[in-house]
């Protein structure tokens, strides 16, 4: 292929891409519209303000102030870890297939493949053209070793007596909200690195990005006015004080897809020789992703990678080390650590394997949702009393979401030009929102 064909190739690579970004960001689907980022706010103030409308006298309007803190507080961090972590999952690498030109013909070299989320410190070359598309699935099950569907958040009664809870029967009274969340995204990955030297890359990441979020919420007051004899419950979601109704159920589900956050990237080869291979990384997430749907941040995130890279028999071993600011709300800065290798096992045939972290740098950016516990000192109305400490959350409390990964994957040339990628992610703690395993397929065609 000449250096003309080539070029052209590019340019109209390069216009395909900005054109389906376009009709994503022009005629947007879904996404516009359902807004997922409200879904939370509505369950709270369904349960805490709505379902006790019909509560007798002023206790309809008790659990106003929790409703408010659960919008001021969970909202914002449950929103957050969702977009941060379906913006943030890594890209597949570029792989680098060596010709040679002693014929007068490119003939290609054969060798290991290439790593599957490690950076090689190698680049393409001058003129040379890498172009594919990936598919994800992500089934965030997991959050800090507890799954999603057992998310249960409770909801003290306003204080309207003297300070503390308890000095009044109804402030005894409790809401636990289990949000039994289910939540799972699918990303389209399409991408191009074009060599602009022997040793300089640039290249373009295109997401589109489908985002479902479900679940049946179900509702509990714990009534202790209920429980002393000859009065009547003061929270209820029903309307009949003999026959109350202290638990209901609100499915709720929410899709939306629409373009992520577009990824821009350079890669500078600095050091070649037979001993290593040396490279410096810059990766540029902008905002493109509607926030509103956890199709994106918001805010961007820039990443600087320094990559060694090292060739052994017929394989390849990869360190990358990196810094990654993240500029969103409630999202840390990151460490971010790579080692892998990949190894020729026959002709065209690749396997690679890989520990991947990532390391909370601030800790005033974690991740808190509901934290800690609440006093109530029960006063049943006849001299006594009872001290309980309540639980504000069932999620373990922590100050990072310090995150080890192990990727495996295979990489298979179908022709001197095609190849084939898969992969798993396997979670390797309990850190951060995790799927029990992340899949990923791929091909990719170069120039």
């Not at 990151?334 to 890989?354: K, M, P, R, S």
């Amino acid at each position: 292929m000449s250096v003309e064909t080539k070029q052209g190739a590019l340019v109209i690579m390069v216009k395909k891409l900005i054109f389906l970004g376009l009709v994503f960001l022009v005629f947007p689907t879904d996404a516009s519209f359902a807004q997922l980022d409200r879904t939370f706010d509505r369950l709270f103030d369904e349960f805490l303000v709505t379902g006790f409308k019909l509560s007798p006298g002023e206790h309809g309007m008790h659990f106003i102030p929790a409703s408010q803190q659960a919008s001021r507080e969970l909202t914002p961090a449950l929103n957050s870890l969702i977009a941060g972590k379906i913006s943030s999952f890594p890209l597949s690498s570029t792989i680098t297939i060596n010709y040679n030109f002693d014929s007068g013909v490119p003939v290609r070299d054969f060798g290991s493949l290439g790593p599957i989320f490690a950076e090689s410190a190698k680049t393409l070359g001058r003129n040379r053209l890498y172009v594919g598309f990936n598919y994800t699935y992500l089934g965030l099950s997991r959050y800090r070793g507890l799954p999603t569907e057992d998310f249960r958040f409770t909801f003290t009664h306003q204080d309207v007596g003297a300070e503390g809870l308890g000095d009044r029967t109804g402030e005894s009274d409790v809401v636990d909200l289990y949000l039994d969340l289910h939540l799972d995204a699918n990303s389209y990955v399409v991408f191009a690195t074009y060599g602009i030297t022997d040793r300089f890359d640039i290249g373009i990441a295109l997401p589109i990005v489908n985002v479902n979020l479900e679940g049946r919420a179900r509702g509990v007051v714990q009534s202790f006015t209920f429980a002393i004899p000859n009065l009547e419950p003061q929270h209820q979601f029903g309307v009949d004080p003999l026959n109350p109704v202290f638990e209901k159920e609100i499915p709720y589900q929410e899709t939306a897809t629409g373009l992520g956050d577009l990824a821009l990237r350079m890669k500078y080869h600095a050091v070649q020789s037979e001993l290593l291979h040396l490279a410096i990384l810059l990766d540029l997430r902008l905002p493109t992703g509607d926030e509103r749907n956890f199709l994106g941040t918001g805010k961007p995130t820039t990443t600087i990678l320094g990559i060694l890279s090292k060739k052994i028999g017929g394989g390849t071993t990869h360190l990358n080390i990196g810094y990654q600011r993240r500029d969103a709300e409630l999202d840390s800065d990151e460490l971010e650590v790579v080692l892998g290798f990949d190894q020729e096992v026959f002709t065209d045939f690749t396997i690679a394997g890989e520990f991947i972290a990532e390391i909370d740098l601030d800790v005033d950016d974690a991740i808190s949702l509901f934290p800690g516990s609440i006093e109530i000192v029960d006063q049943p109305g006849d001299g006594s009393q009872s001290i309980r400490h309540i639980d504000l959350s069932s999620i373990p409390e922590r100050e990072n979401d310090n995150t080890f990964d192990l990727a495996l994957g295979v990489r298979i040339a179908a022709t001197e030009q095609f190849s084939l990628l898969g992969s798993i992610l396997v979670p390797l703690n309990h850190g951060g929102l995790k799927s029990t395993v992340t899949a990923s397929v791929g091909m990719s065609v170069f120039f």
